[in-house]
């Protein structure tokens, strides 16, 4: 009987489901507007910023939250939140309000720490205008998206900036009046075969649409419908947009309820989720675990060198340095007081025993996880010496018409001269052969001086002089240097440079060779037997062997605490580059830098008179 019983009941539970199969459309189980829980994105993390708390949110991929950063020290206007991406192996957030920034952040902490920033485009007067919003990167450019202003009559402008110089390259008017998030999409074929276009990929508040920003031809368009929550259009905001290479995941807030959806490239909603955050404001999908870091990696020491029975004061600079880490250089010194200033910086004094073996050591940073990271060879201890090794710096001032010495250890203007008693033109650059210092002249004199090397006194003295040779029309004494017996002028026109080789003796034309750019050269200096030029149009520092003749990119113009990236005049002491930088605009442009063999500023003095009429142009250093 029960056998009855249950074949009746089991027939009757299949009539009830074929019926609900059918007055569903073949789905027994109706949506209720919420999707399943979990994304299901690609193994990996999104980081959403969230102005409900001024924090930043780390996920997994089945949305549980890892971590959660403060963001209070950075922005503590908590209304400032506005953008999120990802470059590298980090986190760049966006702020407006009283920041008014875009911040690369350090979170291989429990507090997070900026590495770099970037002023909120456009500044105008110092100021600047509209609200920045989303962010995303694409390879070395940053896409910014600022919606614009109605008291600086200022419309929705998507703007490119160059991340090796920090400027706006290009912007763009955007055709829909209330763009947020951004995210640059380089996509695969989806489940069902489609490849949306490569390029930009924005939200706007007003069309509640994704368009696209073609940022190859450019042109913009339509992508699709952003995808509407259960509430309905009334509180659809959106917000963010990220992909993981195969889908785009949009952030839609309201009052209500925020979610974060999973479509296609058509906008067809595979997942959501409801998202438990107050005020989500962007989102932003990556691979990369930014609570871990490569292990340290140690790029330079400045000084470089330090003297037995001594105590130094250093600057190690590298990579991915972590408060509470060691510091060793071998065997007879110690390192004391040392305090991490940033994950590229840490600064220490070492202790030279009288008895530390002269000659290179290897600098080695350890972290608190283990993980070491050194440099071999980069410190020098010297044989120690009653009278210290000083050093100093002689920059000549293209406008000022002086000749400074400056002290570098505490950047004290030693003395200064007037270069008129050479001259009546500018100086436009200076070379050292060892024993005495030579100086190149624009315009009226065009001529190379050899200075007496009995400075002391008031007034600078020729002991030797030649004209430069010339181009063409109108040319321009860019900057001089000495390398093995001759000296090398580098010179242009408007359209040409040329870097001449001079006999020192008589100023005789021995070879030349066509400068890296058209007419943008600047700098010039000899570094292991290869020359090196900064160009001004390309702003890169570039290095060719003299008998080849074929120009090879080093590393970018290296860029000043803040103000215009302008390099003129460069020197190098055996160990690092010093280059002078004439901004002109700012004290922090006028600045003389000390740069290692790879492009990192070690550590830069203001330069005299710096943000007014100054043009630090040529540089020589010497250690006595």
Request: net charge neutral; aromatic share 10%.
């Amino acid at each position: 009987m029960k056998t009855i019983v249950h074949k009746k009941m089991s027939r009757e539970i299949s009539i009830l489901l074929l019926f609900l199969a059918t007055f569903w459309g073949c789905n027994p189980f109706p949506t209720d507007g919420i999707t399943d829980p979990g994304l299901l994105a690609k193994k990996g993390y999104f980081y959403i910023a969230d102005r409900g708390s001024n924090s930043l949110v780390m996920l997994d991929a089945s949305m549980l939250e890892l971590k959660r950063w403060s963001l209070n020290l950075i922005a503590p206007d908590t209304v400032a939140l506005q953008g999120i991406t990802f470059g590298g192996k980090n986190v760049w957030l966006a702020f407006s309000g009283n920041e008014k920034i875009i911040a690369k952040v350090d979170a291989t902490g429990d507090t997070l720490a900026v590495i770099h920033s970037i002023p909120v485009p456009p500044v105008v007067s110092g100021a600047t205008q509209g609200t920045i919003r989303g962010i995303g990167v694409e390879g070395n450019n940053m896409w910014v998206v600022n919606s614009g202003s109605a008291t600086y009559a200022l419309s929705p402008t998507l703007y490119k900036i160059d991340l090796l110089t920090d400027l706006v390259s290009t912007s763009y008017l955007m055709p829909s009046p209330s763009p947020r998030g951004i995210t640059y999409a380089a996509m695969t074929p989806d489940v069902y075969g489609a490849v949306p276009l490569t390029g930009l990929y924005y939200t706007d508040n007003t069309t509640k649409k994704v368009h696209y920003f073609n940022n190859k031809s450019p042109f913009f368009d339509s992508a699709f419908t952003a995808p509407i929550p259960p509430a309905g259009t009334t509180y659809d905001q959106p917000l963010g947009i990220t992909n993981d290479g195969t889908s785009f995941y949009t952030l839609s807030y309201s009052s209500i309820a925020s979610y974060l959806f999973k479509c296609t490239s058509t906008g067809y909603v595979e997942s959501s989720y409801k998202l438990p955050y107050k005020y989500p404001v962007a989102v932003v999908w990556s691979n990369y675990d930014i609570r871990f870091i490569d292990p340290p990696a140690v790029s330079a020491i400045s000084p470089a060198f330090g003297s037995q029975a001594t105590t130094q004061k250093v600057s190690i600079l590298g990579t991915g340095f972590k408060n509470n880490a060691t510091v060793s250089l071998g065997a007879g010194i110690t390192v004391s007081n040392l305090t991490y200033v940033s994950p590229t910086t840490l600064t220490a004094n070492l202790i030279i025993d009288s008895l530390a073996v002269i000659g290179k050591r290897t600098v080695e940073v350890v972290n608190p996880d283990g993980r070491v990271g050194k440099a071999d060879s980069i410190f020098t201890v010297t044989p120690y010496s009653a009278v210290p090794v000083v050093e100093y710096l002689y920059v000549a001032d293209n406008t000022l018409d002086s000749l400074f010495q400056i002290r570098v250890s505490d950047s004290t203007i030693v003395q200064s001269w007037s270069t008129k008693s050479l001259s009546v033109s500018h100086c436009r650059g200076m070379a050292f052969d060892g024993t005495n210092l030579w100086m190149a002249f624009n315009s009226t004199d065009y001529k190379i001086h050899k200075v007496n090397t009995n400075m002391a006194g008031a007034t600078l003295i020729s002991d030797l002089s030649f004209s430069c040779p010339s181009i063409g029309n109108a040319p321009t004494v860019q900057n001089l240097t000495y390398n093995n017996g001759a000296l090398w002028l580098a010179q242009t026109t408007v359209t040409q440079g040329i870097i001449y080789k001079l006999d020192p003796a008589t100023g005789a034309v021995l070879d030349s060779i066509i400068t890296p750019g058209a007419a943008g050269a600047r700098g010039i200096v000899f570094r292991n037997g290869l020359l090196y030029c900064n160009d001004r149009d390309t702003k890169n520092i570039s290095s060719c062997d003299p008998a080849v003749k074929t120009w090879t990119t080093a590393f970018p113009e290296p860029v000043p605490p803040a103000g215009t990236t302008s390099t003129t005049g460069m020197f190098f002491n055996g160990t690092n580059f010093w280059m002078a930088n004439s901004g002109g605009a700012t004290a922090l442009s006028d600045v003389l830098m000390e740069v290692s063999p790879t492009g990192s500023v070690l550590r830069y003095l203001t330069s005299p008179y710096a943000g007014g009429t100054a043009a630090p142009w040529g540089i020589v250093y010497i250690a006595k």
